[in-house]
């Protein structure tokens, strides 16, 4: 199992990630090169920062559990993308970092080194490597409004990301005033093995065990409008999935069973049951054919992954918030608390647009006579069930869910849409709780809405990139 892996938080993560930066300045000032200006230094260190910055964005892209593990696929997510503007900043300022001195003195000989830096063929993999970034950044931000299928984002952004680091690489090896040579040089080569290691474990070894250890589609059950539950099997020979209620999976099935097609499902049962399930709302080309699929299809299992669970987190109480499709870790976590006979006070709140899209109320209704469960079912519209209520989660429903709780004590897991996740997760903190005790999975990457935690997170995560900047500065005095 993964989990089995160290798996390391925010901090130590970040003390990791600056470390790493380090290295190859360290290794830089034990070289002698001909003196030269603190800017022509900080841009050589900014070459330096952006190359390895680059080579380590392959390993927070999720697909990690040692790196992304406890962190979550939310934080870590956050992390890439915001990494992503520092190095095509750090990428940007250092071509012009090196002709500032230049420009000062003289800013016609400014521009003709800069113009030379930009088309001379000895500096060409520079240039592309910028390119490159520059396309990944912008099509990356710009995705959600982009003509373009998921898939074929997903695969250009993985080529994108090989011309840039590849070529990063070159440039650093061809004519990197530091690492042009010695042992940095080295460090430089090994750095593309590890890139490519990275690569052959993503797309070699991942897709060789989704097809040495394939899963069966057992069944397939519609339990509300567009919305189907799966019922996975191990085939012979397929080990069965240690997992915690409430981690994801990346699943692919049939002949495309191959990690660039893989997509990502929270597992909505509990390991106390055999295989695993998937609860999975129509949203596009591959959700859309899923109440289609017929039983016996092969599946493809990459798994388990995340923190969105009571093992992680360990609450004394729990508050489980889920809007639409987000019910399914939830729902995976109220199955497991069953079956382990949970005792620990649980309050579950569950909000959709109309009342047929609630799924496995039922079963939820019939866990409140086992469980410490009180549950709120909250639809913006249609007929309601006594039971139900019109509207969405307010301030004063997520009060009453708290109420008899010591919010210090109480953890909260949210999943659903953005907009929800924001509204619910700000409100919680309003009412006292921790933001520490605020947890939530969104079911898409696409930034949008921001929360109070996002916002700290940002702080959090740019601090990290004014850090760098700090190195950077700090290299250039000690080196000149
Ligand atoms: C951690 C996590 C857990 C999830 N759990 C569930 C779940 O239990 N049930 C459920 O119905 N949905 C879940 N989702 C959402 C689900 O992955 C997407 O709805 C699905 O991948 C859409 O694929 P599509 O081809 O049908 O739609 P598309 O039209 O291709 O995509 C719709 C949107 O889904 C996202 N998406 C698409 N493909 C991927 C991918 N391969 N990786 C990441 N995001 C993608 C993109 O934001 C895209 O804009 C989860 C997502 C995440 C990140």
Redesign the pocket.
């Known amino acids: 199992m993964q989990a089995g892996l160290p798996r390391l938080h925010a901090r130590p993560l970040a003390v990791s990630y600056l470390l790493a930066a380090l290295v190859p300045m360290a290794l830089a000032l034990t070289q002698r090169v001909a003196p030269a200006d603190p800017l022509e230094l900080a841009a050589a260190a900014l070459g330096m920062v952006a190359t390895l910055g680059m080579a380590i964005q392959f390993v927070t892209s ?1 697909r990690f559990e040692g790196v992304s593990g406890a962190m979550g ?2 934080k870590i ?1 956050g992390f890439h993308k915001i990494a992503a503007w520092w190095l095509l900043l750090a990428v940007l300022l250092h071509p012009l970092a090196y002709v500032a001195p230049t420009w000062a003195d003289n800013p016609d000989l400014g521009w003709l080194r800069l113009e030379f830096y930009l088309t001379d063929p000895a500096y060409r993999s520079g240039v592309v490597s910028l390119g490159a970034l520059l396309m990944l950044v912008v099509t990356s931000a710009l ?2 409004h982009l003509p373009w ?3 074929t984002w ?1 695969g250009l952004h993985v080529v994108l990301a090989l011309i840039a680091v590849f070529a990063a690489l070159h440039h650093a090896i061809a004519v990197g005033r530091f690492s042009a040579q010695g042992v940095l040089a080295g460090f430089w080569w090994l750095a593309g093995a590890g890139v490519a290691l990275v690569m052959a474990v993503l797309y070699g070894w991942r897709w060789l065990r989704l097809h040495r250890h394939a899963w069966k589609l057992a069944s397939v059950t519609q339990q509300a409008d567009r ?1 189907w539950e799966l019922d996975i099997q191990p085939q012979t020979g397929t080990p069965a999935l240690p997992y915690h209620a409430g981690q ?1 999976v ?1 699943m692919t099935e049939g002949a495309r069973r191959f990690p660039l ?8 049962d509990s390991p106390a049951q055999p295989g695993l399930k ?13 109440g289609t699929l017929p039983p016996g299809r092969t599946i493809g299992i990459d798994g388990p ?2 923190e ?1 669970t009571l093992q992680a987190h360990q609450p004394q109480a729990v508050l489980l918030i889920g809007g639409g ?2 019910i ?2 939830l729902l995976g976590i109220i199955r497991d608390m069953l079956a382990r006979g949970d005792p620990r006070p649980v309050r579950l709140a569950y909000a959709v647009g109309q009342p047929q899209n609630f799924a496995c109320i039922d079963e939820l209704r019939a866990a409140t006579q086992t469980l410490d469960l009180k549950l709120w079912l909250l639809s913006e519209d249609g007929p309601l069930d006594p039971d139900m209520a019109k509207g969405r989660l307010t301030p004063e429903r997520l009060g009453q869910m708290l109420d008899g709780l010591d919010p210090a004590r109480t953890k909260a897991l949210i ?1 659903g849409p953005g907009p929800m996740v924001v509204g619910v997760s700000d409100a919680l903190l309003d009412l006292g709780m921790p933001m520490q005790n605020v947890i939530y ?6 930034g949008g809405l921001r929360s109070r935690q996002d916002r700290a997170r940002t702080r959090g995560f740019v601090s990290v990139g004014g850090a760098l900047g700090l190195l950077v500065a700090g290299f250039a005095a000690l080196a000149g």
């Not at 097609?261 to 909505?268: C, L, T, V």
């Not at 999975?280 to 054919?289: L, Y």
């Not at 999975?441 to 696409?446: K, L, M, N, P, V």
Request: charged letters at 30%; one cysteine or more.
């Open positions: 999720g696929i939310d997510m995705r959600e299928r998921y898939e997903r919305m994801f990346w097609f893989d997509h990502p499902f929270s597992i909505s998937l609860l999975i709302k129509e949203a596009g080309d591959f959700t859309n054919r899923i992954y995340g969105f499709v987000g399914a870790p999943c999975e969104r079911f898409d990457y696409a």
